[in-house]
């Protein structure tokens, strides 16, 4: 038994403590925002946040989270309407939109630790990847943010 907290609602899972975190939220919790992608910690389409650090969920087993306080996309805001989210959308950031959820997180991370990102510092902390090639939208929406 794997215990932890998911989106400020605690959370048992009876699956094998190897299981990649990614996995247990998606069909234990049916929390599907989080999205799979390579399953290899390149894409980031899986971050969430843990304990207030980005973390990619495919990377990470249940077993090795015990007692954390884990926040996805779908508990970042209690009305969708997260600073950051905000911004991606008056950016029109998403374009098929499958990576999105994860460059949310991985923003709102880097934004509570530093609140005046210059365009290098977000270049360099948000390293998810994009098939459809958002990077421009993407450094001027988390700009706005900051803002
Ligand atoms: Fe986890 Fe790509 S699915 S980094």
């Known amino acids: 038994m794997t215990r932890f907290t998911v989106n400020n609602q605690p959370v048992e ?3 094998d403590a190897r299981t990649p975190l990614l996995w247990a939220l998606r069909d234990a919790s049916n929390l599907t925002g ?3 992608g390579c399953g290899s910690g390149d894409c980031g389409a899986c971050t969430v946040d843990i304990d207030g650090a980005a973390v990619r969920s495919c990377q990470v087993t249940i077993g090795s989270i015990e007692g954390t306080f884990v926040t996805t996309i779908e508990g970042l805001s209690d009305n969708r309407d997260h600073p950051v989210q905000r911004a ?4 029109n950031v998403g374009q098929c939109g499958y990576c999105i959820p994860g460059m949310v997180m991985t923003a709102a991370a880097l934004l509570r630790k ?7 510092d977000i270049k360099a902390a948000i390293t998810n990847l994009c098939r ?3 990077y421009p939208r993407l450094v001027e929406a988390v700009g706005r943010a900051a803002r």
């Open 34 to 36: 989080t999205k799979y």
């Open 88 to 91: 991606f959308l008056d950016a």
């Open 13 to 15: 899972y009876k699956l």
């Open 114 to 120: 530093n609140r005046n990102p210059s365009d290098e």
């Open 132 to 134: 459809c090639g958002i």
